[in-house]
């Protein structure tokens, strides 16, 4: 038997990314006002919890995507003028429906 895991199932790179990202949102909610860090927090939980629902896990290209579009809008949270975020919906045919 391998290495043990403690119960908790291994994640795959992109999976430990996704995590990396949603906690680097968190994080950087620590810095703005109590207002505006509940309005982040919940809108961030319900964006990571919608793609979790809606995005196939095997589509990896689409997963690469909005990975690098997170961490644009990271980077724009953390700097301290941002007060908020917005969100983009974005469309592929592709995405939900495959042709494999």
Same mark, same amino acid.
């Given at each position: 038997m391998g290495p043990s895991t403690?119960?908790?199932?291994?994640l795959s790179g992109m999976q430990k990314q996704v995590l990396s990202l949603y906690r680097g949102f968190l994080r950087a909610t620590r %810095? =703005?006002?109590?207002e505006d860090r509940r309005e982040i927090e919940s809108f961030v939980s319900?964006?990571?919890?919608?793609?979790? =629902?809606? /995005?196939?896990? =095997?589509n990896f290209?689409?997963?690469?995507?909005?990975?690098?579009?997170?961490k644009k809008q990271l980077e724009q949270?953390? %700097?301290?003028?941002?007060?908020?975020?917005s969100?983009?919906? /974005?469309t592929f045919s592709?995405?939900?429906?495959?042709k494999n």
């Open positions: 403690g119960g908790r199932t291994r %810095s =703005k006002s109590p319900a964006e990571f919890r919608r793609n979790s =629902k809606q /995005v196939d896990r =095997k290209i689409y997963i690469e995507y909005l990975l690098r579009s997170g949270l953390n %700097s301290p003028d941002t007060v908020g975020l969100s983009m919906n /974005v592709e995405t939900e429906n495959p």
